[in-house]
């Protein structure tokens, strides 16, 4: 059975803190990795990472894929209030169907 | 850019009522999906399309149904509601196809059922 697992589910930091929020997956046919941030309403695309040890940034996040040990972290510098939201991994796998299994989601708080 | 568009934003409706949850997209997506996301359980797949014509169940599809006869559309169906169907439900498109376009998402619907 294809599983993501997030963690941690839920985090708390203050302004200007660094957070790691992890990825761990066992999929079938891999193809890809994705990151999303999701506030109130739909889930907005960060990165899709396809290749292990490139790091993809944009801006203070920016996020990491190891196909060896199947996992991906997403890293948030000098966070601020607006980056509170919920991140949700998902994994795409391959065979035609752009199918995505999702993890639960980690669910950050950042108080100013 | 419209992008993914999803009616209505709410809806309540009683127990063995029927719907339809509509999704458009007008971005020439040939792939098109339908998620649920529930409190501390993620988004998981209702039904998906590969194209015109063509859809698949994925992990959840039992209660919906789906139809796709155009590329634009894709509406997601209630036969006959249940409690256990209330939650937030999201459509997503993609262009696909191997060429790492990620999958986007409309604003979801919020449908409780009473």
């Known amino acids: 059975e294809d599983k993501v697992v997030q963690s941690p589910l839920s985090l708390v930091v203050h302004e200007g803190d660094t957070v790691t929020l992890n990825c761990s997956y066992e999929?079938?046919?891999?193809?890809?990795l994705l990151w999303y941030k999701q506030e109130k309403k739909a889930p907005t695309f960060l990165f899709m990472l396809t290749s292990s040890g490139i790091e993809k940034k944009s801006g203070r996040l920016s996020s990491i894929l190891d196909k060896k040990e199947l996992f991906s972290i997403l890293n948030i510098t000098a966070t601020q209030t607006g980056d509170s939201a919920i991140y949700l991994c998902a994994v795409e796998k391959q065979g035609g169907s752009e199918k995505l299994v999702f993890g639960k989601g980690t669910k950050l708080t950042v108080n100013p | 850019n419209a992008g993914v568009t999803q009616t209505p934003k709410f809806q309540v409706l009683k127990t063995g009522q029927s719907m339809t949850l509509q999704c458009a997209q007008d971005?020439?997506?040939?792939?098109m999906s339908w998620y649920r996301q529930d409190p501390g359980m993620g988004l998981r797949l209702i039904h998906y399309?590969?194209?015109?014509?063509?859809?698949d169940q994925g992990e959840v599809p039992n209660g919906y149904n789906v139809s796709r006869s155009t590329t634009e559309d894709f509406p997601l169906r209630l036969l006959s509601a249940a409690p256990s169907q209330t939650s937030v439900y999201f459509c997503a498109s993609t262009s696909g196809g191997g060429g790492n376009q990620p999958q986007h998402f409309g604003d979801g619907t919020r449908l409780s059922i009473l």
């Open positions: 971005m020439n997506h040939e792939y």
């Open positions: 399309s590969v194209g015109a014509g063509i859809t």
């Open positions: 999929v079938t046919n891999f193809r890809s």
